[in-house]
């Protein structure tokens, strides 16, 4: 494998030239104040090595940067797990205007009503189609929202005289976020292994139970799972677990085979969060910030943050903050509060009758891809999957190609790769999951340009080794990208020259002994 780093592309700093400038200031109109009387010295650098540019130069570096991303908004971005739908630019236009954009979090409520709002809709919205009897909006991510459902669950034992219980039960197959969330609210996690079937090993689930009797505090589940495929025992697990004295939990991150069709609530679920940064069409993957909603049963309700939006008797919308058993903030103010706007614009485009539109095409075109590429890639699990199907490369691999070559492939081809190695326990896995987003025709492209490479396995394997052949960059060093991130600019020794340069070659600011900013 060859590993090459191509990174061509100038900074700011570079493309800097000494007394160049993008701004006018007007002039002021104050008295002007020496920096020294307003900031302590210590607060103050006389030399700040900012670049000079003209606007257009950052203009351009930008625009040109932002093209060189992938995006949603340039292709189809079969993400596994992820969920990579469009997002609808009608969400981006609510959120522009002006009472919602500039709407201030320490505003009177009689002078915010619209937002306040729009939260008490949200919650109510979202508890209709998760099954469940109150919402909390605050969590800003799907990690955060498994903490703050675990937090309540702790809650709920401590409440009830049964803090002592340390264990939650988590699959194998489980998202790398329950374990750690687990962890973080002070678990212990139990694993329960994955059958034949990539469901939920039922007499080793029952095993466990017996073993770890009057310590289990719950269950972690995500349904469908990591494989792409439904608990069928779902009512069996969620009475076993209740039997068993615990609370279960779903991972409601990828919602998408569920949306308008089943809900959690109505499978046995106490309490679970969902990604509206996925299913609901939020942007997210470096266009976030998303947001991690819980949802929850009556049982659980007293437990949640402060402040919960209500409708009072008079019809007007507060914030209510009088919750004596809230497990108390977890963020700031009320949640993410421009990433539920969108979700709440989505809800509402689509409406109680159409919701269900989404998963059933979500679920269809999952399985047009399991059944069209399956004639070439082995499906790890043979029967109808969710919203995603799960392929193994082990024939490949045979030949010297590994899942990861496959997906530096599929970028020459122009698409985003799909998940890879994960779930862990299906070797050279690939994860693909399309969502209802996506036409036949977008579809077919994709899988016509997965057979090319197949085929290229065959007749010329050094092609897909090498790939990508046409990316900005080729082969990063993931591993000591993450173990050594490095997130400061240091100029490049030697500079190399771009155009334009000043002469000497050397198109720097001037200023390159400051290395770091
Ligand atoms: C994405 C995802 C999460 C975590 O969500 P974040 O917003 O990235 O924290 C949890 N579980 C599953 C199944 C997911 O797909």
Redesign the pocket.
């Known amino acids: 494998m060859s590993i090459e780093l191509k990174i061509i592309e100038p900074t700011l700093f570079e493309l800097s030239r000494e007394g160049r400038f993008g701004f006018q200031l007007a002039a002021s109109d104050v008295p002007a104040k020496d920096a020294h009387e307003l900031l302590p010295d210590v607060a103050l650098r006389g030399d700040l090595p900012l670049p000079e540019l003209s606007e257009p130069d950052v203009v351009r570096h930008f625009i040109h940067l932002s093209s060189l991303n992938y995006c949603v908004d340039k292709g189809f971005y079969p993400l596994g797990?992820?969920t990579m739908k469009y997002n609808p630019k009608i969400n981006d236009a609510a959120v522009a205007m002006p009472g919602f954009a500039r709407v201030h979090p320490y505003q009177p409520e009689e002078t915010a009503q619209g937002a306040l709002e729009v939260l008490w809709q949200m919650q109510t919205a979202l508890s209709a189609l998760l099954g469940m009897d109150a919402v909390s909006l605050h969590p800003c991510?799907?990690?955060?929202g498994?903490l703050l459902g675990l937090m309540l669950i702790r809650a709920y034992h401590e409440h009830n005289g049964q803090g002592n219980r340390k264990s939650i039960l988590v699959p194998s197959a489980a998202?790398g976020?329950?374990p750690a969330s687990a962890a973080r609210c002070g678990y212990k996690t139990v694993s329960i292994d994955t059958d034949a079937r990539g469901l939920v090993d039922m007499n080793h689930l029952r095993a466990l139970l017996e073993k770890h009797a009057g310590d289990v505090a719950g269950l972690m589940l995500?349904n469908p799972n990591?494989l792409g495929l439904f608990e069928k025992d779902i009512l069996e697990i969620t009475g076993l677990i209740h039997d068993a004295g615990g609370l279960v939990y779903c991972?409601g991150?990828?919602m998408n085979a569920l949306v308008g069709t089943a809900r959690p609530g109505d499978m046995g679920f106490d309490v679970m969060h969902t990604?509206l940064?996925?299913t609901f069409s939020v942007p997210?993957g470096g266009g976030g910030p998303?947001a991690?909603p819980v949802g929850v049963k009556k049982i659980l309700e007293p437990f949640l943050p402060v402040p919960q939006a209500v409708r009072r008797e008079d019809g007007t919308f507060g914030l209510d903050y009088d919750r004596p058993l809230s497990v108390g903030k977890i963020g700031p103010f009320y949640g993410p509060f421009l990433a539920i706007l969108r979700a709440y614009v989505y809800i509402r485009h689509y409406g109680r009758e159409r919701m269900h539109e989404i998963s059933q095409n979500a679920v269809l075109n999952a399985n047009y891809i399991r059944v069209r590429l399956g004639e070439t890639f082995e499906v790890a699990y043979p029967e109808i999957c969710m919203h995603e199907c799960v392929f193994t490369l082990k024939a490949l691999k045979a030949k010297g190609v590994k899942a990861l070559d496959v997906a530096k492939r599929i970028i020459d081809y122009g698409y985003h790769p799909p998940t890879m190695y994960f779930p862990l326990l299906v070797p050279e896995c690939l994860m693909i999951e399309p969502t209802e987003t996506e036409s036949v025709e977008t579809i077919d492209a994709f899988i016509a340009a997965m057979e090319q490479i197949a085929r290229e396995a065959d007749e010329n394997p050094s092609l897909i080794l090498n790939a990508p052949h046409a990316a900005p960059v080729r082969r990063l060093d993931e591993a000591a990208a993450a173990r050594n991130l490095d997130l400061s600019w240091t100029p490049r020794e030697p500079v190399p020259s771009f155009q334009g340069d000043n002469g000497d070659g050397h198109p720097g600011t001037g200023r390159e002994s400051a290395s770091t900013f």
């Open positions: 797990s992820c991510a799907g990690a955060h498994e998202h976020t329950n995500t990591t991972d991150a990828n990604n940064h996925k997210h998303g991690g």
